[in-house]
C-alpha cells in the first residue's frame, strides 16, 4: 500500500475511530488495517494512535498529521474534480441576482452570448435591487453596485461605474443650478433606499467632499429614480451607464462635474466553498473578460486607493482579481 493510501486509511480510522469499521468498509480483515497503520508509524517514527481494547486516541502528532492528511486528501480530490471538469461540458442551472437597470442594460445581453459559449448551462436570473440573500435564496452568484458589507463571501472586482449628478432642464430653471455640492442642502435629493446613503461623495481641489442630502423622494430602484430626476422631481447621484442615453439626447442634464466623485465599484460576489463551481467560475471570468470591451465600465481610475473589504476572520475575499 502506498502512502497516499496510507494516509487515507489512517484518516478514516480516525474518523469512524474503529479498525473493524474500516475494515468492513474497505472489504480488509481487521488484522491488516492493524498491520497497515503499525506500517505508516514504523516508516516515519511515530507514534499517531494510543490504542486500548475499547477506544482508540490521537497522540499530538496524530492529531497533526490527522489535520495534514486530511487537507493533502481534500486538495487531490479537489484536483481531480477539476480536471475531471474540464473533460466534461458544463452543466447546471446559473441562479443569478442583479439590480434591475443593469441587468437589463448589460447583464441580458452578455447572458445570451455566454448561452452560445456554453450551452449545458441554463439561466435564472432575478433583477431586483434589494441585496439578496445568496446562501439563503440559493443564487450561486450576485451583481453589486459600492462598497460590500463584512459578509462570508467571496468578491471579484469585474468594472466601475463612473457617477454623475443629474437634473431636468426644467427643474433646473426653475430651482437653479448648484455650483458646489455644498449648494445642494438647497435643493431635493433623490435617494436610494438600499444601495447608497443620503451621504454624497464629491472630489475638489483638496480631495473628498461628503455633503449630506436630504429630499421627499427615495426609491429601491434605479429605473425610478431616473424617472423622478426626468419628471423635474429633483437631483439625483447615480451610475453613468443609468442615464448615458438620457444626457447625450439632452433629457437630463449633468452637473458639478468639476466635482465629479469616484467610480462607483461593479463586483460579483458568491458563496465561499472550497471548491468553487465550474459554472460560476466560468461565469464570473467570463462577464468580466467582457466588460473590459465596455468603455462606461471601465472609467479613468480613482484618484485615490478604494478601501478595500474589510473581512471577518474566516470570510474569503478577493476585490482585486
Known sequence: M???KLMKLFVRIVETGSFSAVARELDMLQPSV????????QSLGVRFLNRTTRKISLTDAGREYFERCQRIIDDVNELETEVLG?????TGTLRISSPVAFGQIYMLPLLLSFRNQ??????????????ADLVQEGFDVAIRFGELEDSQLVARHIGSSARVCVASASYLSKNGTPQTPNELKNHNCITYTHLFSSVWPFRDAKG??????????????????RDAVMNDVGIALV??????????????????????PDPIRITAVYPSTRLTPRKVKLFVDFIK???VKVPLLHPSKPSRPV????????????VNR
Not at 86 to 90: D, F, S
Not at 239 to 260: C, F, M, Q, R
Open 2 to 4: 502506498d502512502r497516499f
Open 34 to 41: 492493524s498491520k497497515h497503520m503499525n506500517m505508516l508509524e
Open 86 to 90: 474540464l473533460q466534461n461540458k458544463p
Open 118 to 131: 456554453f450551452s449545458g448551462i441554463g439561466i435564472d436570473i432575478s433583477l431586483d435591487d434589494r441585496y
Open 208 to 225: 473628498l467632499v461628503s455633503i449630506k442630502v436630504a429630499g421627499n423622494f427615495r426609491a429601491n430602484s434605479g429605473y425610478a429614480i
Open 239 to 260: 451610475p453613468a451607464l443609468l442615464v448615458k442615453d438620457e444626457i447625450e439626447s439632452g433629457t437630463l442634464v449633468s452637473i458639478l462635474n468639476d466635482y465629479a
Open 289 to 291: 473578460d467582457e466588460f
Open 307 to 318: 478601501p478595500r473589504l474589510r473581512s471577518k476572520p474566516g470570510v474569503v475575499v478577493d
